[in-house]
């Protein structure tokens, strides 16, 4: 009797237990989820998800890489550039969000500042070093008066030569970076304001050290996680006006550095950037993991710079060149400036037989971002860019020589920052360790409670067979002759 009683409380305990296994293998991912939609919306009250979105605590580097020309003289008579790579020249970045303002419609506002720091033990060389890239102010504003009547051209020859400005410039890398003085640009200034970008010195980054990146309204996820982070407006507008078709000048994506949640390897990347002037989009391209923490890498695709020609849709964006590269000129003060990966990477190969002196990679020159997908936050990032100029012979400006036509590469950089330290223990125990003792935890409850349903069930038959015989008087058993 005590063996039966025993059985059956057994049984039930392993039903219940089994049960709850069960439950757990259908609710557990929902709780989950549920807790990582609560963190991840913006929202001050979201402490630590809050606080790595305002004050971004992983550390970004800004590598820089010129091409410093080495046969200046022989370019100007017409030959083939060649050039040699310099750098890196590493600079730490620090993003600061400010002005921050919530909206009744779930959006929230801010201004994201930027400054840069040179860090010399990370970099090869020093910012005195002397390098030699073409003179945009000359051969950029060259291209740009092409097509005016000769007496112009001929007049802003004459300009150069009364400022003594040559077609190439020999200066320090800290000079060509943040700005250097000169008399050209503030005579430009003076009486042609707003012809040129900044008002100060003239720098390749002048503009962007110690500046923002617009004021950007973006959702906070709280009405709908699949909106989180995905731009609402920027300056105020939701479409640009740099290009020649509604759907380039769209704002799509976040303001690229988190994506909603729940990922899948058909999701992209969408982002706009502010100093590309357009919307960019990642592919996925391969499973990954990075401390244990398991990853999605997303990568540039070739239609991301691709021509109209090559891809219908970038029709937009053109006036175009070669696949692989981005005119720029609509939103650069028309200045005849071209964006690609590095090395002209992915691009038209014949862009490599204009300059001697590139070896694309995809190690070394393609872009990625490395995503966690269960909550959209990057991991690893590295977005490689390179600046280029258009140069040609421009008859009636003599500082043009007899220069060959050719989309000149003058600089590239890399931008870069991974998870590293607290931050990654802290991302590693909640977004994998947790969420696999649940795992863990479903299975044995499963395991426990079918084990002690079966013993239930074999304690019962074995009891009812060694149930005492009460007419024979034996214990139960049963003998066979």
Same mark, same amino acid.
């Given at each position: 009797?005590?063996?039966?009683?025993?059985?059956? =409380?057994?049984?039930?305990?392993?039903?219940? $237990?089994?049960?709850? =296994?069960?439950?757990?293998?259908?609710?557990?991912?929902?709780?989950?989820?549920?807790?990582?939609?609560?963190?991840?919306?913006?929202?001050?009250?979201?402490?630590?998800?809050? $606080?790595?979105?305002?004050?971004?605590?992983?550390?970004?580097?800004?590598?820089?890489?010129?091409?410093?020309?080495?046969?200046?003289?022989?370019? /100007? *008579? #017409?030959?083939?550039?060649?050039?040699?790579?310099? =750098?890196?020249?590493?600079?730490?970045?620090? @993003?600061?969000?400010?002005?921050?303002?919530?909206?009744?419609?779930? &959006? !929230?506002?801010?201004?994201?500042?930027?400054?840069?720091?040179?860090?010399?033990?990370?970099?090869?060389?020093?910012?005195?070093?002397?390098?030699?890239?073409?003179?945009?102010?000359?051969?950029?504003?060259?291209?740009?008066?092409?097509?005016?009547?000769?007496?112009?051209?001929?007049?802003?020859?004459?300009?150069?030569? #009364?400022?003594?400005?040559?077609?190439?410039?020999?200066?320090? !890398?800290?000079?060509?970076?943040?700005?250097?003085?000169?008399?050209?640009?503030?005579? +430009?200034?003076?009486?042609?304001?707003?012809? +040129?970008?900044?008002?100060?010195?003239?720098? %390749?980054?002048?503009?962007?050290?110690?500046?923002?990146?617009?004021?950007?309204?973006?959702?906070?996820?709280?009405?709908?996680?699949?909106?989180?982070?995905?731009?609402?407006?920027?300056?105020? /507008?939701?479409?640009?006006?740099?290009?020649? $078709?509604?759907?380039?000048?769209?704002?799509?994506?976040?303001?690229?550095?988190?994506?909603?949640?729940?990922?899948?390897?058909?999701?992209?990347?969408?982002?706009?950037?502010?100093?590309?002037?357009?919307? %960019?989009?990642?592919?996925?391209?391969?499973?990954?993991?990075?401390?244990?923490?398991?990853?999605?890498?997303?990568?540039?695709?070739?239609?991301?710079?691709?021509?109209?020609?090559?891809?219908?849709?970038?029709?937009?964006?053109?006036?175009?060149?070669?696949?692989? /590269?981005?005119?720029?000129?609509?939103?650069?003060?028309? *200045?005849?400036?071209?964006?690609?990966?590095?090395?002209?990477?992915?691009?038209?190969?014949?862009?490599?037989?204009?300059?001697?002196?590139?070896?694309? $990679?995809?190690?070394?020159?393609? /872009?990625?971002?490395?995503?966690?997908?269960?909550?959209?936050?990057?991991?690893?990032?590295?977005?490689?860019?390179?600046?280029?100029?258009?140069?040609?012979?421009?008859?009636?400006?003599?500082?043009?020589?007899?220069?060959?036509?050719?989309?000149?590469?003058?600089?590239?950089?890399?931008?870069?920052?991974?998870?590293?330290?607290?931050?990654?223990?802290?991302?590693?125990?909640?977004?994998?360790?947790?969420?696999?003792?649940?795992?863990?935890?479903?299975?044995?409850?499963?395991?426990?409670?079918?084990? &002690?349903?079966? =013993?239930?069930? @074999?304690?019962?038959?074995?009891?009812?067979?060694? !149930?005492?015989?009460?007419?024979?008087?034996?214990?139960?058993?049963?003998?066979?002759?």
């Amino acid at each position: 009797m005590n063996k039966s009683k025993l059985a059956i =409380g057994l049984f039930v305990a392993g039903t219940m $237990t089994a049960v709850f =296994g069960l439950v757990i293998v259908f609710v557990g991912p929902i709780i989950i989820d549920d807790q990582i939609v609560k963190n991840l919306v913006i929202d001050p009250k979201n402490e630590i998800s809050y $606080t790595m979105w305002k004050d971004i605590p992983v550390p970004f580097f800004m590598s820089v890489y010129f091409f410093n020309i080495l046969n200046p003289t022989e370019v /100007l *008579a #017409g030959e083939k550039p060649m050039v040699e790579q310099r =750098g890196p020249y590493v600079y730490r970045k620090r @993003l600061q969000k400010q002005n921050i303002t919530f909206h009744p419609n779930d &959006t !929230v506002s801010y201004l994201e500042y930027r400054s840069y720091f040179f860090e010399p033990s990370m970099s090869v060389g020093n910012e005195s070093d002397v390098v030699t890239i073409p003179n945009m102010l000359v051969l950029g504003a060259a291209v740009m008066m092409e097509n005016m009547p000769i007496a112009v051209r001929l007049l802003l020859s004459a300009t150069f030569k #009364g400022f003594k400005e040559g077609p190439f410039l020999s200066k320090s !890398v800290g000079e060509l970076m943040w700005g250097y003085d000169s008399k050209l640009v503030d005579f +430009l200034n003076k009486w042609f304001p707003g012809m +040129l970008p900044s008002t100060g010195k003239f720098g %390749l980054f002048s503009e962007f050290n110690n500046s923002n990146t617009g004021l950007f309204t973006v959702h906070t996820g709280k009405d709908d996680i699949r909106l989180i982070h995905k731009v609402n407006s920027w300056n105020g /507008l939701t479409k640009l006006i740099y290009w020649r $078709t509604p759907q380039c000048n769209m704002i799509n994506g976040t303001a690229g550095q988190m994506w909603p949640p729940f990922m899948t390897k058909e999701s992209t990347l969408p982002f706009y950037s502010p100093d590309a002037c357009r919307s %960019l989009e990642l592919v996925y391209q391969r499973e990954g993991t990075m401390k244990g923490i398991p990853l999605y890498r997303f990568v540039a695709p070739k239609t991301m710079f691709a021509n109209g020609s090559d891809y219908a849709p970038n029709e937009g964006f053109c006036p175009c060149r070669q696949s692989g /590269l981005l005119n720029v000129s609509s939103c650069r003060a028309n *200045a005849q400036v071209f964006i690609s990966q590095p090395h002209f990477y992915n691009a038209d190969p014949v862009l490599l037989d204009y300059v001697q002196g590139l070896q694309p $990679t995809e190690d070394e020159h393609g /872009l990625f971002i490395d995503i966690h997908p269960e909550t959209g936050v990057p991991l690893n990032v590295s977005i490689r860019l390179q600046l280029n100029l258009y140069m040609k012979k421009v008859s009636g400006i003599t500082e043009t020589g007899k220069i060959s036509e050719v989309v000149m590469p003058m600089i590239w950089f890399e931008e870069n920052g991974y998870m590293d330290g607290a931050i990654v223990k802290t991302f590693h125990t909640n977004l994998v360790l947790l969420p696999m003792v649940m795992v863990y935890m479903q299975y044995c409850f499963l395991g426990l409670g079918l084990a &002690t349903v079966l =013993g239930a069930v @074999l304690l019962h038959y074995r009891g009812k067979a060694t !149930v005492k015989d009460p007419v024979n008087g034996t214990d139960g058993h049963i003998y066979h002759e």
